[in-house]
């Protein structure tokens, strides 16, 4: 069973009498990638203040770790945050960097520990380099190393890849699912759909400081995979034919008049043939396919919430 370590109940914020974040409930499990997606100003950076307890909610509650935040404000140590810039000093090395963090830690035998994380995140042999001849990318691995000095249980990141080129993208990409990958839980806020969709294994959407929506990669990659979309006034009768003419296993009856077909392998005219061979009148026949964009769109649009 999957273990939960945040959890947000009826989490809210505003600012003077300005709400920002509307009552959010939200359970974030060990081990996963949890994506957070919006539109400039939808909530993404409070929301993942509050997590990391640089700000304190309006309303609701929290309970990190299955302990409640109320008890124990220390729990927020646990979270390595790279939520606002990484306050690096740019005059000194990445080494020197990370050895005054470890300082205010109050670490000891800090050395093994810094280089490990330096070569960790691709930084071993630019780690005496002073940090203002780093490039971007280098930087916001630099921020994840001192994010991760405190051995943490979750990483919150907001938008690291933001300003990235495309290779310092890829980089920021497997380094993280590395990280993931040693039972690091990790927390991203992106409005970069198609690069958060490569990493997390479930995406929030939030929209004007409302979670409209918490979907998990197999939804979300269902919901956007290409499907055949016929409509007909049969579907009982349909179903047998697909399944014993075509072995079509893999389909979706979404009301009285619309079957979707998720197969790569079926063609429009042998679906159509069939079922017109076996006596189903077919009053219409497409392929369908709905992008990650348009999906995140659909719910975050002018047309509003649309519930899934
Ligand atoms: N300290 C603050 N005081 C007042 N309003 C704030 C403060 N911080 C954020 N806001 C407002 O809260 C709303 C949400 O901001 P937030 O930064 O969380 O959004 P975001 O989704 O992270 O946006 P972006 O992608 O642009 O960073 C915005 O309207 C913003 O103006």
Do not use: W
């Not at 505003?14 to 959010?24: E, G, K, M, N």
């Not at 220390?74 to 000093?89: A, F, I, K, T």
């Not at 780093?134 to 990483?155: E, F, H, N």
């Amino acid at each position: 069973m999957q273990e939960c370590i945040i959890e947000l109940n009826q989490i809210s914020k505003a600012y003077r009498s300005r709400t920002v974040l509307h009552p959010i409930d939200l359970q974030l499990y060990r081990g996963e990638i949890f994506g957070l997606i919006g539109r400039n100003g939808a909530g993404k950076s409070t929301l993942l203040k509050l997590l990391g307890g640089l700000i304190y909610p309006t309303g609701g509650s929290m309970r990190l770790f299955e302990r409640s935040t109320c008890e124990q404000r220390s729990l927020h140590e646990r979270m390595g945050l790279l939520v606002e810039n990484p306050g690096l000093y740019t005059q000194l090395s990445g080494f020197d960097n990370m050895e005054l963090l470890a300082d205010a830690y109050g670490m000891k035998a800090r050395k093994p520990r810094i280089e490990e994380l330096l070569d960790r995140v691709g930084l071993a042999d630019s780690s005496r380099r002073k940090v203002k001849e780093y490039s971007l990318g280098m930087k916001q691995r630099l921020g994840i190393a001192l994010a991760l000095l405190g051995s943490p249980d979750v990483l919150v990141l907001d938008e690291p890849i933001n300003g990235l080129d495309p290779q310092g993208i890829v980089d920021i990409r497997h380094l993280l699912l590395e990280l993931n990958k040693t039972g690091l839980t990790i927390v991203i806020a992106s409005h970069i759909l198609e690069e958060l969709s490569k990493m997390a294994t479930r995406f929030g959407i939030l929209h004007e400081g409302r979670m409209v929506e918490i979907v998990s990669r197999d939804e979300l990659l269902q919901q956007c995979e290409q499907r055949i979309e016929i409509r007909l006034t049969e579907p009982e009768a349909a179903i047998p034919i697909l399944e014993a003419e075509l072995g079509i296993r893999r389909y979706k009856l979404l009301d009285s008049q619309l079957l979707q077909v998720y197969d790569e392998h079926a063609e429009l005219y042998q679906i159509h043939a069939a079922l017109v061979k076996g006596g189903v009148t077919v009053h219409g026949i497409a392929r369908q396919q709905v992008s990650l964009e348009q999906y995140f769109l659909e719910r975050t649009g002018s047309g509003g919430v649309r519930n899934a």
